[in-house]
């Protein structure tokens, strides 16, 4: 085994859930906008909400985003072109 491991490919200061800043259980839309400027994250908050609400959420912190897949997303698409 190599006594001088290397150092990993991404640094962990780049992944907000590895370095601390994020857990594991937090808002895929509120990681996505943590580094981004307040007027970004006040519009991706508010399209997203709008998203949400087309799922049937009150909103973009209570939609299940890890449960999203490819096939909701074309429903949603049919949806709107309707």
């Known amino acids: ?3 001088n491991p290397k ?3 991404v640094p962990t200061e780049a992944l907000p ?6 857990s594991a259980h ?3 839309v509120d990681v996505y906008v943590s ?3 307040p007027h970004t994250r006040r519009m991706v908050r508010s399209h997203m909400d709008k998203v949400a609400r ?4 009150e909103g973009y ?5 890890a449960a999203l897949r490819f096939h909701h997303v074309q429903q ?3 949806v709107l072109n309707d």
């Open 1 to 3: 085994m190599d006594s």
């Open 7 to 9: 150092p990993p490919v």
């Open 17 to 22: 859930a590895l370095n601390g800043e994020a």
């Open 26 to 28: 937090a808002n895929p």
């Open 35 to 37: 580094g981004k400027s």
């Open 54 to 57: 087309l799922f049937g959420y």
């Open 61 to 65: 912190r209570q939609a299940p985003w």
């Open 76 to 78: 949603l698409i049919g």
